[in-house]
């Protein structure tokens, strides 16, 4: 028997009770040593077959803003791993000067091919978060975010 390939489509984060707005977020985050990363949220990723990545589409919604700060500056990055493995950086992290007080959501979308250390599944995914500033960065992750991944299984 051949390989099958199979597509797995998640909307893993910010699950919980409908909102009435129609918007559900995950809890926020808030960071609080200055220029240390904070897992905001992480999620695994479990198909129902075991196997290779063949790619992965990402569509990564977050919001970020500063606590109380006018001039607190913001660093994100989303990462994937094989579970248990070593992350791996989906992008380049991104900072946002003086972020401000009000959410400021963020997109991140687009297929990544494997890559040593995110090449099967099950696989892990996470939002890494930190500000220049004790205490100010905050950060949540929209429910509208998806995670589709095409993999061949035996």
Known sequence: MGLAIIEHI???FAKGNLTSDGIQWSAELDTTT???DVEVE???IKPPALGALIEVEFGLTAAFRAVS???ADL???WQARNKGGTWVDLHVAITKTDIGTTYVEETRSGRFKPAADFDSVPFEVRL???CNETSQGRARVK???YIRAAYSAS
Do not use: F, G, H, M
């Open 34 to 36: 200055a220029n240390v």
């Open 143 to 145: 429910n509208s975010s």
């Open 10 to 12: 998640e909307r893993p």
């Open 128 to 130: 890494l978060v930190q």
């Open 42 to 44: 992480s999620v695994t």
């Open 69 to 71: 700060s006018a001039t």
């Open 75 to 77: 660093t994100y990055k």
